[in-house]
């Protein structure tokens, strides 16, 4: 089983996409800096997403793109589907052939692997994905404030007395 860079990194720029489009067009420049991905290399991925019609680009000054679909119309195996990537558990890429051109004793685990991580991708929308990541941000935003205040309150009077005697 294998998800290739191009499938994990066209999953991260679209939702580096959906967490920024509500702004208008987002520039590939912002997203490759962001998530540290090429440049060349986005404008590959987002060339195959446009054909796909999962965003639409805008010309331009201010230009970039956008999600062309609601986030929750968008499943992370349409994003892999749009890039060509497969996710293939078997050995044999489905041709029945991984053992002595036979059909090995394991090809209907993996087939039936390859059926799960199918459906399980399609059910994940960018919309999950994004408010997943919303709600970390402001878990983590919590937890930081409520550690501003923890060590920033003063000391009691019973520590302040045993620090002078």
């Not at 010309?59 to 999600?67: A, E, S």
């Not at 036979?102 to 919309?127: I, Q």
């Not at 983590?140 to 302040?160: C, D």
Request: with cysteine; hydrophobic share 40%; charged share 25%.
């Amino acid at each position: 089983m294998r998800l290739t860079t191009k499938g994990r990194f066209a999953v991260t720029a679209m939702m580096d996409l959906a967490m920024r489009g509500d702004n208008g067009p987002v520039a590939l420049a912002g997203i490759s800096e962001r998530q540290k991905i090429s440049l060349s290399y986005l404008e590959q991925l987002f060339g195959k997403l446009r054909r796909y019609k999962l965003v639409d680009s805008v010309r331009g000054p201010g230009g970039g793109y956008t999600i062309a679909r609601p986030l929750a119309q968008v499943s992370v195996a349409e994003i892999i589907r749009a890039v060509d990537e497969t996710l293939d558990a078997t050995q044999c890429g489905g041709r029945e052939n991984c053992h002595d051109e036979h059909r090995c004793m394991t090809h209907d685990l993996w087939t039936t692997l390859n059926h799960k991580m199918y459906d399980y991708l399609s059910s994940v929308t960018l919309a999950d994905l994004v408010e997943a990541q919303v709600k970390k941000r402001a878990a983590i935003a919590a937890r930081v404030e409520l550690k501003k205040h923890t060590v920033s309150a003063p000391k009691s009077r019973a520590v302040r007395e045993k620090a002078v005697a």
